[in-house]
């Protein structure tokens, strides 16, 4: 499989001012690549047979959300427990485009979590892995629904299942 690029140099994005209240950066146990298969249907692409810039995050949040979820996160029962994971900062570098009917793997993994911020990495690459299609990087934060708040810590439920061995 290929390497993985990162986008960008993340030091230099605008991050969330900390203070002593959040949370200290927390280690997540590292884990393997999710992988989430994807095919690019017509309604995927653009008059040419391209697949369309916007499908790519769509395929990025569905993977993403299967990745979470395979970890111990649902999002019903997030939403249950007064709490959403909304996307606060993406970057996407696209390096080869996807045509109509071909296949695809969609990477996703956990690279760190800092306070209520959880960064995610992603590939989008061909099935063999030989053709990096595009890369990307999200951050998520903990928000309070009922507040439309930035949350200050991580519910116990998310932070146990990220930080499991």
Known sequence: ?????????????????????????????????????????????DYSGVVWHGTYLTWLEEARVECLRSMGVDFAELVALGCNLPVMELSIRYHQAIQMGMDAIVRTRIADMEGVRINCDSQIQSLDGDVLYATARVTLVAVDLAKGKILRQLPSSVKDALMKK
């Open 1 to 45: 499989m290929g390497d993985f690029r990162r986008v960008g140099d993340v030091s230099k994005q605008p991050q969330l001012s900390t203070t002593n209240i959040l949370q200290p950066e927390l280690k997540v146990a590292p884990i393997d690549w999710f992988d989430y298969p994807v095919r690019a249907f017509p309604h995927h692409t």
